[in-house]
């Protein structure tokens, strides 16, 4: 039996509190529905890609249980430098010792995301990788920036799509994930696991 498709009448599920996520979601005119998940993000492991997807598979199968039959989609994003996985920073110091590691040197933004049909079962997994350059930060700059507040709630301490583009020398790759959601893999994805018929959808 064929499920229903994404639609204004059965919107995705977005198992995050994101408001980037939302936005990014908004911005394509992709119907959705958010479910925080409140799963705890302090996961370890030997390779970021796998961290990211367990997380966004752990964040879906959890919302599931609270959203009933619908398309769910789980992310989580982190940001890497030389081995070393940078979550969210949960002070000042945090802030500064990250910014201070990513100055002047190139990391790479990982989102893994999954998505769950509406039986709750696992349609699709994948993480994907964007490689972002810094410019060399000064101290004030870097001070500067934390007193902005942007860099809290964000992986790696800063938001290329807010104040910290000042930071960004270049990227290569999807720029939508290092935001929180890489959206052509997503809406690939879920056309093939037939949640979505076409994109864009009909206006009306």
Same mark, same amino acid.
């Given at each position: 039996?064929?499920?229903?498709?994404?639609?204004?009448?059965?919107?995705?599920?977005?198992?995050?509190?994101?408001?980037?996520?939302?936005?990014?979601?908004?911005? !394509?005119?992709?119907?959705?529905?958010?479910?925080?998940?409140?799963?705890?993000?302090?996961?370890?492991?030997?390779?970021?890609?796998?961290?990211?997807?367990?997380?966004?598979?752990?964040?879906?199968?959890?919302?599931?249980?609270?959203?009933?039959?619908?398309? !769910?989609?789980?992310?989580?994003?982190?940001?890497?430098? #030389?081995?070393?996985?940078?979550?969210?920073?949960?002070?000042?110091?945090? &802030?500064?010792?990250?910014?201070?590691?990513?100055?002047? =040197?190139? #990391?790479?933004?990982?989102?893994? $995301?999954?998505?769950?049909?509406?039986?709750?079962?696992?349609? #699709?997994?994948?993480? =994907?990788?964007?490689?972002?350059?810094?410019?060399?930060?000064?101290?004030?700059?870097?001070?500067?920036?934390?007193?902005?507040?942007?860099? $809290?709630?964000? &992986?790696?301490?800063?938001?290329?799509?807010?104040?910290?583009?000042?930071?960004?020398?270049?990227?290569?790759?999807?720029?939508?994930? =290092?935001?929180?959601?890489?959206?052509?893999?997503? !809406?690939?994805?879920?056309?093939? =696991?037939?949640?979505?018929?076409? $994109?864009?959808?009909?206006?009306?």
């Amino acid at each position: 039996m064929p499920f229903p498709v994404i639609s204004k009448q059965h919107p995705l599920i977005l198992a995050s509190a994101s408001p980037r996520r939302k936005r990014l979601l908004a911005q !394509i005119c992709l119907p959705c529905r958010v479910v925080s998940s409140d799963v705890d993000e302090k996961e370890t492991g030997d390779q970021p890609t796998e961290i990211c997807r367990r997380l966004a598979e752990q964040k879906a199968i959890r919302v599931h249980s609270l959203a009933g039959p619908s398309w !769910i989609l789980g992310a989580d994003t982190v940001v890497v430098i #030389h081995k070393q996985v940078l979550g969210k920073p949960q002070d000042n110091a945090e &802030a500064r010792e990250m910014l201070r590691l990513l100055s002047g =040197v190139e #990391h790479a933004v990982v989102t893994g $995301f999954c998505i769950l049909n509406p039986l709750g079962e696992i349609t #699709h997994s994948e993480a =994907v990788s964007t490689a972002v350059r810094f410019k060399g930060l000064e101290k004030e700059e870097i001070k500067a920036y934390i007193s902005t507040g942007e860099p $809290f709630g964000k &992986a790696g301490a800063y938001a290329i799509q807010g104040v910290g583009s000042f930071i960004v020398e270049s990227i290569s790759g999807s720029y939508t994930n =290092v935001v929180g959601l890489p959206l052509c893999a997503v !809406i690939k994805a879920l056309i093939r =696991v037939g949640a979505l018929k076409a $994109f864009p959808l009909p206006s009306a």
